[in-house]
């Protein structure tokens, strides 16, 4: 009866799937966190030939299986993931760096950095943010040159325009590294290592532009204002 319940998971997984690569350590170790009383250390994190889901070992033994949009993980059951949200003291954080702000209304917060490859990308999508939120740019780096950059941007207090223009020469100055490490070390400890990150007012976080505009579709669509975002 359980390995057929497998089956079935693995098979209601495979028709759900995001392309994508499983995360590292310390996301899986966070969506862990979320998802159970009992705490585990991640060993490793592997994809799985075949499927597409990343099994998850931990030092004490236990096995399980997360799919490819983090959205659920197995173990024996289906164990929905509850969505990550930022605590009180680590949302003022955020808002407390922020380096630029453009636009009016309910306000989004985007972490990003110039190296971002998505987010040049993704330009014209963030500018269609901006014309209907407010929309604070806070700069994060997750590894040395990504932090160059980001304490760079944050020492010429540069902003959407400028934000992603590539420096022949790097500024770096004091109060740019305190900002820089301060919201990435906040990042780091939910398991978000890189951009884009967006943080709604209550606190909830999409990685990613497919799931910040899964969340604006689901906003305009529901017809519950008190389910809507303000």
Known sequence: MRSMLMGLLFVWLAS?????????IPEAQAILNRCLRTPLSVKTVERIKDFPVC?????EGETFFLSMNRKHLIEGILIEVPPLVLSSEDYQILKKNILSSVGEGTEIIVVTNPLCKACREHRKKIK???????????????????????VDAVCRKKN?????????????????????????DTLNKYGITGTPVFVFPDRR??????????????????????????
């Open 160 to 184: 959407f325009s400028n934000l992603f223009d590539t420096e022949r020469s790097l500024e770096i100055c004091d109060s740019g590294k305190l900002k820089v490490w301060t919201v990435s």
């Open 55 to 59: 099994k998850v070992t931990t030092q």
């Open 16 to 24: 759900n799937a995001v392309a994508g690569e499983c995360p590292g």
């Open 128 to 150: 269609q943010l901006m014309k209907k939120f407010k929309v604070s740019f806070v700069i994060a780096g997750f590894n040395r040159e990504e932090i160059n950059a980001a």
């Open 205 to 230: 976080v999409a990685m990613g532009i497919d799931e910040l505009f899964n969340w604006w579709r689901w906003r305009d669509s529901n017809p519950r204002p008190e389910m809507r975002l303000r």
